[in-house]
C-alpha cells in the first residue's frame, strides 16, 4: 500500500514510476490488513500529525476512487469498559483535540445511538468522527494502477546498483536490472533487507497479528468499535503476546475482528489460543456476535521499528535511496501522507511534515 | 482398557472406517468422528433409517464390504474399543505444544453446528474424504442444476428421485454410475455428456488392464445406460444451461481436438435436471491448518500413510483422488501403522502386503483416470461475462477477467482480495477451480484454518476440557 501511494504521488508529480514486487499486488502486509486510516489510536507527536495529512489526502482521494476502494468514512468509537478507563479516555481526547483530532465524549444514550448493539452498561466512550476506512487489497492496486507506473510482480530484487561513490543506481532483480536514480523502499516488513542490500540498515521487525472474519450480516455495527486499552496495545514495546478487542463492520457484510500483537518472528501457523483471545474480547464488547460465526482468519506481519515510528525520507547514508517503510499496524492509514511526503522530497520540495522524526539513520546512530 | 492409547480418526467414509478397524483390531481405542449420523461416508451413503428402504444395495456396489465392514465396527462398538461419534463436524484440530504430542479434535454438535465438544486422542487419523469440482458455465446457478455427485447423494440418501429428465454431464468416472442410477430410479437420462474421449484410451492402458474389477464395474454402468437406452455423447461438453425460474434445457455442443467448441454442433436438450460435475478435489483443511505437507492439492503421505507432521496419518481421497477401493486399503494401512506406533511397536509392512499391492495399483489406475479424464482444455471461453463465478459473494467472471487485465492479479489469493470470490460462505470450496481457470493461473490449496464456519461464542469460550470418554450415541439410527 504504502509503494503504491508513493507511486501515485510521485507520478503526479511528474515522475516516471517503476513498481516492483517480490510478490502480487498487495501479496504483504497489505493483504492482511484490515484497512484502518485511523488518528484514534495516536498519541500526540509526528505520528498523529502525518495521520492527520494523511486522513486529510485519502478524504481527497476518495473522491476520485471511493466506490472503487471501498472507502468509508465511518467513524471511530473508543469504548472504556471501566470509569478509570474513561478518565484515561478523556485525558488522550483533550491532547488529541489540542492537536486538531475531532474528538466528541459519548456516553448513555448516545453512545447506544451511534453502537446499538454495544454491552450494556458501559461507562462511555469517545467518537472519532474522522476515522475512515479502505479496503486496502483494492486500494493498492487501484492507486497503482492510477499512477500509470510501470507494475513489476514476481520480482525479487536482489541487489541494490550503486556508483562508485555510492549514490543509487538502480537494483538488480531476479529477472533483470532496472535503472532509476532514485530507489523508495516500501517493501514493508521486508524493508529491513533492501536497506541493507543499499547498505543503509534499517532494523524492521514483523509483529504478527490474527484477524478474524465473519459471515456477511447486515450492518449491525456502525463505526470502528475497539476498547480503551488498544492505544496501550499499540504503543507497546513487548514481545509478549497482547488482544484488545477492535470490531467492525465492512461494507462488504462481513465483522472484522482484530487485534492481536505478538512478536513471533514470521511464524505464520495459526493459534487457537490467539483466535481465542480475539473472539473472547468481541463477543464482550458485543454480546450479540456470541452466535455469528467465523469463517475465517488471516495472519499477518506489521513492520515495525524500535520506537515504533516509520522510517520515510532521504537516507543521508546512501545518495538516492529513500524509505518509505516500518508503519506497523498504520501502514495502510498512513500511506497517503507517507506518498506525499516521498514525493516531495523525490522532487527537492519542502516537505509539508517535518521530517526530522522519521529519519532513516536515526537507529544507526544509536547504535554507534 | 482406559490406558490404552487412543488415536482419533475423522471421517467414517471407506478410509475412515478401514482405519477404524484395523487400529482397533490391534490394540488402540479408536473414537470415530463424523459429521453423518450414519457411517458410510458419500460412497457408503445409507438411506435415513426412518424411510426403511426395502433395498439399499440396488443404488451400490460392492455392498458386501460394506456389511463385513460395517459388522467389524459395530462389534468393535459394542466391545468398546470404540467410540462412534455421529453428528460432530470437526472444524480445528490442535496440536497440543511441547513434547506430549497430544491432540485436540474440536467438532460441532448436531444439525445446528451450535454447541462444542472436544476429544482428546495420542494420535490422529485424517480420513476426510473429497468433494465435487464443477466449473462454471453460462446459467449454472438455475435451480435444477446440481452436482453429479449431489444427485446421488440424493438418490442414496433420501431415495428422492432429482427430476424427472435428467442430463448428466462434465467429465469424470463418477457421471456413468450417475446417470446408471438416475436411470435406474425412473428418470429419463436423455444424455451423458463427457468431456473426455475415456473409451478408445482406457482400451490400452495397462493400469486398466491390472484391474479386472474396476472394468467389470464399468462395464456393468455401461450395460445398464445401454439398457435405459441413455445416449452417452463423448468429447461434448453443457455450453449454455436455459430457464426462466429453473432449469428448462441445456445446449451441448461437440469439442474439436484442442478442447474448444466445434461451431455449428450446439444442440438444445430438453431437462429439468442438469447433473454435472468435473472430478473431485481432496479435503485438506484439517490437515493444512496441521502444518502437514502438502503435494499440490493433496496430503502428502509416506508408505506407513503419515503424513510429515508427527502424530497425524491420513489416508483416502484427502491424498489424493483415487476410488473406494484405495481408500480401503489405503485405510487399512494407516490403522494398522497408527496401532502399531501408537503401542510402541515398528510396524512390519509385510503385515499389510496385500493392501500395499493393492494401493500401487489402484494409485496407477487413477493416474490413468485422471489422465483421461480432464474438462475440455478451453472451457473458460464459453463462461460468459456476466455469468456469476462465486455465488456466496455473487462475483462474476467480468469482475475476475478485471482483475487479472486492469489491477494486475495473477494467483488465487489476489484475485479473492481484489473481488472476494471465494471470500464467502464456502470459502472458495466451490468456486476456486472456476476461479482459477478464468483467471489463468493454478489452483493452490487456500488456507483455511476453520475447516466449518464456528460461532464465536464457541470460539470465545475457555478451552473445554479435551474427554476421551467413550459416548454413548447409538451407531445405528434404528432398524434397517
Redesign the interface.
Known sequence: MTGAACALFAARAGLDVVVVDRGPVAGGTTGAGEGNVLVSDKEPGPELDLALLSNRLWSELAEEFGEFIEYEAKGGVVVATSPGGLAALERLAVEQRAAGVVAERVDGDTLYGLEPHLAPGLPGAVHYPQDSQVMPALAAAHLVRAAGARLLTGRTVTDVLRTPGGAVLGVRTDRGDIHAPALVNAAGTWGGEIAALAGAPLPVLPRRGFVLVTEPLPRMVHHKVYAADYVADVASDSAALQTSPVVEGTAAGPVLIGASRERVGFDRSFSLPVLRALAAGATRLFPFLADVRALRSYVGFRPYLPDHLPAIGPDPRVPGLFHACGHEGAGIGLSTGTGHLIAQALTAKTPDLDLAPFRPDRFAEEAA | MTDRPRLAVIGAGPAGLAATVAAAAHGVRVTLIDAAAQAGGQFYRQPAAALRAGRPQALHHDWRTWQRLRRALDAHVRAGAVAHLTDHHVW?V?RESGESGRFTV?ALLGPEEADAVAVGADAVLLATGGYEKVLPFPCWTLPGVVTAGGAQAMLKGTLVVPGRTAVVAGTGPLLLPVAAGLAAAGVQVAALVESAAPRAFLRRTRALAAQPGKVAEGAGYAAQLLRHRVRTLARHTVVEAHGIDRLEAVTVAALDGEGRVRVGTERRIPCDTLAVGHGMLPHTDLAG?L?CRLDGLRVHVDDEQRTDVPGVWAAGEATGIGGSALALAEGHIAGRSAAARLTGSTPDPQEWAAAAKSRTGLREFAAAIESVYAPPAHWSEQVTDDTVVCRC?EVTAGTVRE?VA??????L??VK??T?AG???C?GRICAPGVAGLAGCELTAA????AR?????V???D?PQPTSRAHTHPTDGGPS
Do not use: N, Y
Request: avoid cysteine; charge should be neutral; hydrophobic fraction near 35%.
Open positions: 480445528f490442535e474440536h491448518t502444518g459473494e482483475a486492469q489491477l494486475g492479479a495473477g494467483d489469493r489476489t482480495l481484489l472476494r471470500m464467502g460462505w470459502q488456507r483455511r484454518p476453520f464456519p464456528v460461532p464465536l461464542g470460539l470465545a469460550e478451552h
